[in-house]
C-alpha cells in the first residue's frame, strides 16, 4: 500500500489570498495596532511559523502564548469568512483524488502547515476533505520537516497497515519546503508547478517527480504509483 500525502495550498486548493487577510485581521485585532503581512512568505509554511514571523517583521513580541492567542482568532475568522467562492480546486484534482480513493492500494493523507480547523475548512467548500481520514497539520508542529513522520503513524494506526517512508511514503506539494520535509522523512518527494513557484525553481531541488500541474490524473497515476 502506497501512502499519498499532499500539501493542500498551491497544490489542491487555491485561496485567493483570504488566509492573509484572516491573519492580517486576527492580528490587527488582537495587537490592536496596524499589522503588514508585506514581504513575509506565506507558501509552504506552517500558520505558527507564519504568525512568528508576521509578528517579528512588525516588531512585536512572538511568545508561544501570543502565537497561540493569534492562531485561535485566525481560526474563528476564517471559519466566519470563508466561503466556497474563496477556494478554487486546482484542475485535475477532484478528478485524481476520485481514483485513488477508490483504489485499495492507497491511503490517502494531508501534510500541510494549516493548522487542522482550517485545513479541513478549506478542503470542505468543496467537499474533498471526504478523502483525508488522517493528516498532519501545522498545529501539531511548527517545523514542517516533522509533520509526514507523524502524518505516516497516524495513517498506521487508522489503516493497521505499517508505512515504511522510504518504501511506501510519497509527499505531494508544491513548494521546495514540501521537497525538503519529504527528504527528512525519506520519503519520495512529488513537485508541482500550480503554486507560487514553477518548474526552473522546482527542479533545482530535485524531486523525483515534478508535474505541470495534476490536470491529467492517469500521468500521475502511472507515475507515482
Avoid at 75 to 90: G, I, R, S
Avoid at 107 to 132: M, R, W
Avoid at 141 to 168: I, K, S, V
Amino acid at each position: 500500500m502506497t501512502l499519498l500525502l499532499f500539501d493542500i495550498d498551491g497544490t489542491l486548493v487555491r485561496v485567493n489570498g483570504r488566509g492573509r487577510e484572516a491573519v492580517n485581521e486576527a492580528l490587527a485585532s488582537l495587537m490592536e495596532q496596524p499589522i503588514s503581512v508585506d514581504g513575509v512568505t506565506f507558501s509552504g509554511r506552517t500558520d505558527p511559523a507564519i504568525v512568528e514571523a508576521v509578528l517579528t517583521h512588525n516588531g512585536l513580541s512572538a511568545t508561544d502564548a501570543v502565537i497561540e492567542d493569534v492562531i485561535a482568532t485566525y481560526v474563528e475568522t476564517m471559519q466566519n469568512v470563508l466561503t466556497p467562492a474563496d477556494v478554487e480546486v486546482l484542475p485535475g484534482v477532484a478528478e485524481l483524488l476520485a481514483e485513488l480513493h477508490a483504489r485499495p492500494d492507497v491511503c490517502l493523507g494531508l501534510v500541510t502547515g494549516n493548522v487542522e480547523p482550517i485545513a479541513y475548512e478549506k478542503l470542505s467548500a468543496h467537499g474533498l476533505d471526504q478523502y483525508f481520514p488522517v493528516g498532519a497539520f501545522g498545529s501539531d508542529h511548527a517545523e514542517r520537516n516533522r509533520l509526514p513522520e507523524l502524518a505516516t503513524q497516524r495513517a498506521a494506526d487508522h489503516t493497521g497497515h505499517a508505512f515504511q517512508p522510504t518504501e511506501h511514503a510519497v509527499v505531494v506539494g508544491d513548494t521546495a519546503h514540501d521537497i525538503e520535509c519529504a527528504r527528512a522523512a525519506g520519503a519520495r518527494a512529488v513537485a508541482v508547478c500550480t503554486g507560487r513557484y514553477g518548474r526552473a525553481d522546482l527542479s533545482q531541488h530535485d524531486p523525483d517527480l515534478l508535474f505541470d500541474s495534476l490536470s491529467e490524473p492517469s500521468a500521475f497515476l502511472r507515475q507515482t504509483l
